[in-house]
């Protein structure tokens, strides 16, 4: 049997009489690639926002390897072992990529105000061991031969992926993406797949949020559905795809 890696449990959310989720249960295993997917609507980012602090539930339980996270303040839950990334890309243009990979890393640069201030050699041993972090984490996703550039000069699909090396940077156990394909073209999405394998294969969980039904199918192992704040269905992309309850709710006739 799959440890599990997080666990929601008769997760509720309501926005004053407005229910959002209903009775929400699943887990999602250790070392795995899991898929949330829904039509708009149906709540996908608000579980999202409840598994990293940024709302906090109505009912039920969220677990993250055994701990409950209900009332635990973002940035704790990022020190946990969980990063995200967003539907709308938060880099730092201005900075160049390996400048934005290190910012994830500054929790990993131990050194004091009188270090960075005279430059000790604790402070320049610890931005030497950032910046070897930080090109190893581009080197993943492909972009390390772009180390130097501004962020603002990349494509939307390179932008995405710089995300997710600072996401790592973190050294997440779990990594939320949502909706990491968005934007992208065929190419790049073939690429993107390949790469979130990797990250798996290195020992990271991943969970997303996404639209693109050939991307989802084609990637995660396991898959819950979304419809109208209830999950409709759960299992593996051949049972889910093939459930008639998602069919009718979400796919359509001509997705089978």
């Given at each position: 049997?799959?440890?599990?890696l997080l666990s929601?449990r008769n997760l ?160 997440p156990k779990l ?82």
């Amino acid at each position: 049997m799959s440890v599990s890696l997080l666990s929601i449990r008769n997760l509720g959310m309501h926005f004053g009489g407005l229910s959002v989720l209903q009775d929400v249960s699943f887990e999602v295993p250790a070392g795995s690639i899991y898929g949330l997917i829904g039509p708009n609507g149906a709540g996908k980012t608000t579980v999202f926002n409840l598994i990293t602090g940024l709302l906090q539930p109505s009912s039920g339980s969220i677990a993250f390897q055994g701990e409950s996270l209900v009332g635990v303040p973002s940035h704790r839950i990022t020190h946990r072992g969980i990063a995200r990334t967003f539907q709308n890309i938060r880099i730092f243009k201005e900075m160049d990529l390996l400048e934005n990979v290190m910012v994830g890393l500054h929790e990993q640069l131990r050194y004091g105000g009188i270090d960075l201030l005279f430059n000790t050699a604790a402070c320049r041993a610890a931005e030497k061991r950032a910046r070897e972090r930080a090109f190893e984490l581009l080197t993943w996703v492909g972009l390390a031969h772009k180390a130097d550039l501004l962020a603002d000069n990349l494509s939307y699909g390179e932008q995405r992926k710089l995300e997710f090396a600072r996401a790592l940077a973190t050294e997440p156990k779990l990594l939320l993406l949502d909706e990491p394909v968005a934007g992208m073209n065929p190419a790049e999405k073939a690429i993107l797949m390949e790469e979130i394998r990797n990250i798996r294969d290195r020992g990271y969980g991943v969970f997303m949020i996404e639209h693109d039904m050939r991307f989802v199918m084609g990637l995660c192992e396991q898959i819950a559905v979304l419809n109208f704040g209830r999950i409709i269905a759960q299992g593996t992309p051949d049972e889910v795809r093939n459930n008639p309850d998602v069919i009718e709710a979400y796919l359509g006739k001509d997705e089978q």
